[in-house]
């Protein structure tokens, strides 16, 4: 079989034409790439690195991650790799932690699993490729193409001169997407902003059939030293491994600002010894990265621009998770831009599908995330968690409810009575 063509083209050549640009080869971009291809689209996917490379993430995927990698059809087995877990274990409000599975469900699977981000993300872009998708490594966007004419954008240009052309592009470049801000699509400051560091350890807890959650994070011994403001997981990798991890969030951008390296270090010090959380056994360093909530930077379609994950700040006010709302915006996404193809790109009725992009979206959880946003407001003092967590976890029905509501884990049609209360709450509740 004869080698493919050289993905890099020589600087100075003509532009690399395709229907669809992706920006940014992380689960959104990856995915919405996949998508595409499985739809016909002739799609080129722009990465600024190379695979495999390290991201900041807890690993960890819960329930609403795993139905995404399913309807992509990657093989979520042990023996492909993955670690599975049976739901959270949470410490908060006492000594002994409280385990609960996750739920059963007729929307989701009732499974978690674990992996590294520097495998996970290559995972999906091989899975792009495979499907027909061009990808492109090392090739750091730098500018949008405007057409003069219709002031779209009709393409990028790579750091390197390289030039891509194409009549729709998605912006998955991450939190600081420069793609979008090149376009004029600034961040809102009064949405929530997150911020996560983690590092890895060796350790004996690395098997665990559980991921870990602290909703009260201590600085020495718990109730008799000072609370954090945050919440933190252990996540074991099954390699003797563990990702562990601190995560806050502030109700509003602008209110942000902690040494959080600092406060993580000051945390897994008072872990138990044997757990092995020090610094004699860490891997590497701690790593940090903002977590960008509640649709903080709109609107997600603009002048030929779709907005996919991060970039879009589509990243859940309540627990952090961001893969599978990127993973499902980039369906959502493929969605509407395989619907303008077959409508004609350029025409009334294509920028009309393409328009249903961001009111999809804001359908499907925009009541949530607003809700977020005051669960946000609530939490973000360590006072009112410690109280929520002392007179709230050792009630099993209310630790159900609020496990759903945290993993937004629900079915949304005939469910159980928890069920049709937080559907019922997402619907009412004025959209993010």
């Known amino acids: 079989m004869p080698e493919p063509e050289a993905a890099t083209p020589v ?20 995915s919405a790439a996949a998508y595409l291809a499985d739809r016909g689209v002739d799609v080129v996917l722009l990465e600024k690195s190379s695979f495999p490379r390290e991201k900041v993430c807890g690993d ?42 996750w739920p059963e469900l007729a929307e989701f699977p009732p499974y978690g699993l674990v992996k590294a981000r520097s495998e996970f993300d290559k995972l999906l872009a091989d899975r792009a490729v495979a499907a027909g998708a061009r990808l492109f490594e090392n090739t750091n966007v730098t500018e949008p193409i405007i057409d003069q004419l219709s002031d779209r954008i009709v ?13 729709i592009v998605i912006a998955a470049d991450g939190n ?8 004029g699509l600034t961040k809102l400051t009064n949405r929530p902003m997150g911020v996560a560091v983690r590092a890895y350890f060796t350790s ?19 109730g008799e030293s000072n609370l954090l403001p945050g919440y933190g997981w252990v996540f074991g990798m099954g390699d003797g491994t563990v990702n562990v991890g601190l ?14 390296r600092e406060m993580f270090s000051r945390w897994v010090a008072a872990t138990p010894e044997e757990w092995g959380f020090r610094p004699e056994n860490q891997l590497g360093p701690i790593l940090g990265a903002a977590l960008p909530m509640s649709f903080n930077r709109q609107p997600a379609y603009h002048r030929g621009l779709l907005l996919v994950g991060d970039a879009g700040g ?34 009334p009725s294509a920028e009309a599908a393409l328009r249903g992009y961001p009111t999809r979206l804001k359908s499907e959880w925009g009541g949530y995330f607003r809700l977020g946003q005051v ?26 409810f609020t496990m759903k509501m945290l993993a937004h884990l629900y079915d949304t049609r005939d469910g159980d009575w928890m069920d049709k209360v937080l559907t019922a709450l997402t619907k009412v509740a004025p959209s993010a």
């Open 11 to 30: 600087v100075g050549s003509t532009a690399i034409t395709a229907e669809v640009i992706v920006v940014g080869a992380g689960p959104g971009g990856s």
């Open 60 to 101: 960890g995927l819960t329930p609403r991650a795993v139905k995404q990698l399913i309807k992509l059809g990657i093989d979520t087995s042990p023996e492909a790799g993955w670690t599975r877990n049976r739901g959270l274990r949470i410490y908060g409000g006492r000594t002994e932690p409280f385990e609960l599975n």
């Open 155 to 167: 393409g990028v240009v790579a750091k390197d001169g390289r030039r891509f052309t194409a009549p």
């Open 176 to 183: 600081s997407s420069r793609l979008s801000v090149s376009m």
């Open 204 to 222: 004996p807890r690395s098997d665990d059939d559980y991921m870990e959650s602290w909703l009260e994070l201590w600085d020495g011994k718990p």
């Open 247 to 260: 995560g806050t969030v502030a109700s509003k951008a602008d209110k942000a600002g902690q040494n959080y």
């Open 314 to 347: 589509m990243v859940s006010p309540f627990n952090g998770e961001g893969i599978s709302y990127a993973m499902e915006a980039a369906e959502m996404a493929a969605d509407a831009i395989a619907d303008a193809k077959f409508r004609g790109f350029g025409s």
């Open 375 to 400: 669960f946000v407001s609530l939490i973000e003092h360590p006072q009112v968690m410690h109280l929520c967590t002392r007179y709230g976890l050792p009630r099993p029905t209310l630790m159900r």
